[in-house]
């Protein structure tokens, strides 16, 4: 089973700053790697896919990047609605596994 | 428009048994795979199985294994899980996901969930 771990677990940003969140793979997921936005109460909603491929709901102020086992979704000016936990996804192999999450929170 | 929607959630006696649906609607049902991702309270999310579009291929999270059943009947666009010997860690949200692709993949649509509570 690959390990998805990431870092940090919770990130205090103010609105408008750079927010960077890390997720790391105990072995090579090559860049079948996803993230995915979920608000309290809600449903996750796909962010990023193919680890950089920003899915169509998504403004250009989200990114992705890495390939291997790390990589890093990165909110170039967070607003109030991007305040949220984010987890990536990896999709190499069975069993499909989670990240534990990274919480944006407001500073 | 792609919609899913659980149903079957309720609160279970450990040992006991429920069965979790998921009725689709908005593409072509037999066409793709379907998955469950459940969550626990407060915790993060959790792939527990898949299936494919022509019901086969069946694949379990090691901790679910011989106690949860993934099926589906094409003819009513509905993706069922059978879960058995419910236990307190089972207590979660499930969700029906939509795969995107044949094999390992991620997960563009999610159904609202339904909760499922293992107490005595």
């Known amino acids: 089973e690959i390990v998805m771990t990431q870092s940090p677990a919770t990130l205090s940003v103010s609105p408008g700053e750079r927010a960077t969140l890390s997720c790391r793979a105990s072995?090579?997921?090559?860049?079948?790697l996803a993230w995915y936005q979920q608000k309290p109460g809600q449903v996750p909603r796909l962010v990023i896919y193919?680890?950089?491929t920003r899915a169509t709901d998504f403004p250009a102020r989200f990114s992705g990047s890495g390939s291997g086992t790390e990589f890093t979704l990165t909110v170039s000016s967070l607003q109030s609605e991007d305040f949220a936990v984010y987890y990536c996804q990896q999709y190499d192999s069975w069993p499909l596994t989670f990240g534990g999450g990274t919480k944006v929170e407001i500073k | 428009e792609v919609q899913l929607l659980e149903s079957g959630g309720d609160l279970v006696q450990p040992g006991g048994s429920l069965r979790l649906s998921c009725a689709a609607s908005g593409f072509t049902f037999s066409t793709y795979g379907m998955s469950w991702v459940r969550q626990a309270p407060g915790k993060g999310l959790e792939w527990i199985s898949s299936?494919?579009?022509?019901?086969?291929?069946?694949r379990y999270v090691d901790s679910v294994k011989g106690r949860f059943t993934i099926s589906r009947d094409n003819s009513k666009n509905t993706l069922y899980l059978q879960i058995n010997s419910l236990r307190a860690d089972d207590t979660a949200v499930y969700y029906c996901?939509?795969?995107?692709?044949?094999?390992?993949?991620?997960?563009?649509?999610w159904g609202q969930g339904t909760l499922v509570t293992v107490s005595s």
């Open positions: 299936i494919a579009g022509s019901g086969g291929g069946a």
């Open positions: 996901a939509k795969r995107i692709i044949a094999g390992p993949t991620y997960f563009e649509h």
């Open positions: 072995q090579s997921v090559s860049d079948n």
């Open positions: 193919g680890a950089s």
